[in-house]
Structures are given as structure tokens and as C-alpha cells.
């Protein structure tokens, strides 16, 4: 058994609601969920996380502002020493929200931003997205407030990421994130989209490009990768402290929260992985439970599958991210959109 700790992050989608109809939507976003967690509940799941030892929350959706009592939950976060991020799509997001957002004590930032203008507002439904995106951007900025920008890396914009690095330099963004377009949620419909198991040395020559400006650069998020001679310094975050890919953290030290209570590992798991319900039972003992979370805490090497198996990496990289993994395979375990993979490229142990 793989030993787990208090968890150190938790997400917390705090609606579904949504102004964007993204085909890349891993949770089908748009309208709220059927009975989405009131404020109440919500102020239970903070001071849970706060008593368990967790030390940071991030809040998401669907898209956070349109959940009315974002400000006051973070205000309850700050009072429990629990640090405070925000993701957006950016819809809606204008420079009294960015004050706001400022004086509620959050700490930073991060605005979806999917490729230049055209592609980026093809890909979330919505003319004139990627616009208001980078306003947001500048409004936060502006605000004194750290920002950052995620984007999802699939074969519509794969061959914008280079030209986008300057543009989101400019506007502001200290922190790039990529994370692939995985075939779940509405994504599902649009599998073109998905990148090919074959497109990963074409996209790590892009990252070990990108990796070379003297601005801005992006760092992967735990579904790319993993275990080439240089994913150490492909996956830190620019400024931060040294990240290598150790496993899928999920279970281990973070939890993600639905609108409607479920407790997954990570949000972007089916809902077969949900471990529980917080409107059957608590936070604590559905963290504490050895049996919850299997896939991450029974983890054994004979469980891995494809060429993962006989990968000589497989006791860190454990398969990769699982949440790729179930999404391609419908199974833990397995990765087919490994840099090592498909590149042959040797590994550092660190």
C-alpha cells in the first residue's frame, strides 16, 4: 500500500454553470448540476479540508464567478490559513470582478486560453471569447494579482502554442500551463481533436522549444509526459522549485469536490471513481478510508498493462496520469501518450 498523507490541494467545482459550450469540456459544462452544493455546504467542505490539514484550494466550475458566494468562501479559506487560486474561463470577468477578486484574499489566478483567436473561440463556442479572455488577463494583472493561463494541447492548436507564448507574455501571464484534450465529458464527441499517440515527438519538440525562450515558457500538468532527460525542467513551473513526475498524486495528497458533494481524487476521473458523497458522509472519513482511492494507494506494478508493464520506470511513473489513462483505455495503468514512449528518449533519476 502506497502510504498517503493529509491532502495538501483540493479542487472545488463550485457550479457547473458556464457562458462557454466547449467541444473540449471534460464535465459537459454549461448549465449547473441537479442540486449543487448550497452555501452552507460549501463553508462544511472549506472547514473539512481546513481540519484535515489541506493548505491550498483551488475553484473552479464550470465557471467559479457565477457561483454568488465565491467571495465569501474564499474569505472563509483565508481564515483557515488555506491559500487560494481561481481558474476562469474569463467570460465575465471585468475590472470591478478583478478588484474583487483582489480584495477577497485570493492569491492567484488562471484564465483558459486554447490558441489565437479564431481557434480559441471555435473550440469554446462563443464569438468573441478569446478577447475578453485576454482583457481578463490584463484586468487581473492590472489588479496586482499573479496570473496565469492554462491551455489544453490537442491537434486544433498544437501548431499555435509558439505564436501564443508572446501574446500571453505581453498581456501579463507569469505562469503557462498545458494540459492534453482528453476524449470525457463533451470531448467525447469531438475525439478529432484528441492528439495522436504518434503527434508526441512533434509536440515535444515544440515544449523543448518553447523551453528555450528567454520569456515566458509553459510547464506540463500531470496528463503529459513523462520521464525523458528532460521532463524535470519541462514540467517546473517558471520561478518554482524543481517538479519532477513522481505518479499520480490523486488520493494521495489531493482530492477533487463536484457541485453536487461527490469526492473524486481528481476531477477529471469518471464517476465511477467518485469514493463518496458528502451529503452521506464526512470529508474525514471518506479520506481516511485505506480502501478508497485503490487505484493510487493499492497501487502494485503488476497491475500495469500495455507497455507500461515492462516499462523500466514503472514503480515512479506508476502508468502515468490516471485519469488519461481511464480516458483512452478505461483502465488505470496504462499510458499510450508517454514522451519516452514514442521518442526513445533516456531517463535521469532524480
Known amino acids: 500500500?502506497?502510504?498517503?498523507?493529509?491532502?495538501?490541494?483540493?479542487?472545488?467545482?463550485l457550479t457547473l454553470r458556464c457562458p462557454c459550450r466547449c467541444q473540449t469540456c471534460g464535465s459537459r459544462a454549461g448549465a449547473a448540476r441537479v442540486h449543487e452544493l448550497d452555501h452552507g455546504e460549501w463553508l462544511g467542505v472549506i472547514a473539512a479540508l481546513a481540519d484535515l490539514g489541506c493548505q491550498r484550494i483551488t475553484l473552479m466550475g464550470g465557471e467559479p464567478i457565477l457561483y454568488p458566494g465565491w467571495s465569501e468562501l474564499v474569505q472563509a479559506a483565508r481564515a483557515r490559513d488555506l491559500l487560494v487560486d481561481l481558474?476562469?474561463?474569463?467570460?465575465?470577468?471585468?475590472?470591478?470582478?478583478?478588484?474583487?477578486?483582489?480584495?477577497?484574499?485570493?492569491?492567484?489566478?488562471?484564465?483558459?486560453?486554447?490558441?489565437?483567436?479564431a481557434t480559441h473561440d471555435a473550440?469554446?463556442?462563443?464569438?468573441?471569447?478569446?478577447?475578453?479572455?485576454?482583457?481578463?488577463?490584463?484586468?487581473?494583472?492590472?489588479?496586482?494579482?499573479?496570473?496565469?493561463?492554462?491551455?489544453?494541447?490537442?491537434?486544433?492548436?498544437?501548431?499555435e502554442l509558439e505564436p501564443l507564448a508572446p501574446v500571453l507574455e505581453d498581456a501579463g501571464v507569469l505562469g503557462w500551463q498545458l494540459q492534453q484534450t482528453l476524449p470525457i465529458g463533451r470531448a467525447e464527441a469531438n475525439q478529432r481533436l484528441a492528439l495522436l499517440p504518434?503527434?508526441?515527438?512533434e509536440l515535444l519538440g515544440v515544449l523543448r522549444r518553447l523551453a528555450r525562450r528567454s520569456g515566458l515558457r509553459p510547464h506540463l500538468t500531470d496528463n503529459l509526459g513523462y520521464c525523458t532527460q528532460d521532463d524535470l525542467e519541462l514540467r517546473t513551473i517558471q520561478g518554482g522549485f524543481p517538479r519532477p513526475w513522481l505518479g499520480c498524486r490523486a488520493g494521495l495528497d489531493s482530492l477533487g469536490v463536484t457541485s453536487d458533494g461527490r469526492v473524486k481524487g481528481c476531477l477529471a476521473l469518471p464517476?465511477?471513481?467518485?469514493?463518496?458523497?458528502?451529503?452521506?458522509?464526512?470529508?474525514?472519513?471518506?479520506?481516511?478510508?485505506?480502501?478508497?482511492?485503490a487505484y493510487n494507494r493499492r497501487f502494485a506494478p503488476d497491475q500495469l498493462g500495455g507497455r507500461c508493464a515492462g516499462c523500466e520506470q514503472a514503480p515512479r511513473c506508476r502508468g502515468g496520469c490516471t485519469a488519461t489513462a481511464y480516458a483512452f483505455h478505461g483502465r488505470p495503468g496504462t499510458s499510450s501518450h508517454c514522451f519516452r514512449l514514442h521518442t526513445g528518449a533516456a531517463t535521469v533519476g532524480y
Open 271 to 293: 464517476d465511477a471513481c467518485s469514493e463518496g458523497n458528502l451529503r452521506e458522509q464526512s470529508l474525514a472519513s471518506i479520506w481516511n478510508d485505506p480502501n478508497r482511492f
Open 1 to 13: 500500500m502506497i502510504p498517503w498523507r493529509s491532502p495538501f490541494a483540493a479542487v472545488l467545482e
Open 87 to 117: 481558474v476562469s474561463s474569463g467570460q465575465g470577468l471585468v475590472e470591478d470582478i478583478a478588484l474583487a477578486i483582489r480584495e477577497s484574499g485570493i492569491h492567484a489566478v488562471t484564465i483558459s486560453v486554447d490558441g489565437l483567436a
Open 198 to 201: 504518434a503527434m508526441m515527438p
Open 123 to 159: 473550440q469554446r463556442g462563443l464569438p468573441g471569447c478569446y478577447e475578453q479572455a485576454v482583457r481578463a488577463i490584463r484586468w487581473v494583472d492590472q489588479a496586482g494579482l499573479k496570473v496565469g493561463v492554462t491551455t489544453q494541447v490537442n491537434q486544433g492548436n498544437l501548431s
